[in-house]
């Protein structure tokens, strides 16, 4: 069974950063973060792959990230973390750590998904 423990969110100014960490157990093929600001739909930040094993590969990266976020992990532990550079308001948003165990769940759509952490929210203010 999947479990995953997010954390890492906080309050910073704009060019501020923030580093995100997600440690996952079970099997995963697909791991990485979303987020949701206020009053818009769910959607992919960024996401890896590892086919079930224990490391994990870059994916997917959306749009607006830039350049300025990247994932990495620690092996040793299972972790994977979300750093965050430049941050701005726009950034705003619940950032939710997930995971998929199914086969074709590459790509950072929501619908290939299936597990979900609490989330941990991310404030970036002007």
């Known amino acids: 069974q999947v479990q995953l423990v997010e954390s890492g969110g906080g309050s910073v100014q704009a060019g501020g950063s923030l580093r995100l960490s997600c440690t996952a157990s079970g099997y995963i093929n697909c791991l990485g973060w979303f987020r949701q600001p206020p009053g818009k739909e769910r959607e992919g930040v960024a996401l890896?792959?590892?086919?079930?094993?224990?490391?994990?590969?870059?994916?997917y990266y959306a749009d607006f990230v830039e350049g300025r976020f990247t994932i990495s992990q620690d092996n040793a532990n299972d972790t994977l973390y979300l750093q965050m550079n430049s941050l701005k308001p726009e950034d705003t948003a619940m950032y939710y750590c997930?995971?998929?165990?199914?086969?074709?769940?590459?790509?950072?759509?929501?619908?290939?998904?299936?597990?979900w952490g609490q989330g941990t929210r991310v404030t970036v203010s002007s």
């Open positions: 997930a995971a998929s165990t199914r086969t074709y769940c590459r790509g950072g759509r929501v619908s290939s998904y299936n597990y």
């Open positions: 890896s792959y590892s086919g079930g094993g224990r490391t994990y590969y870059a994916d």
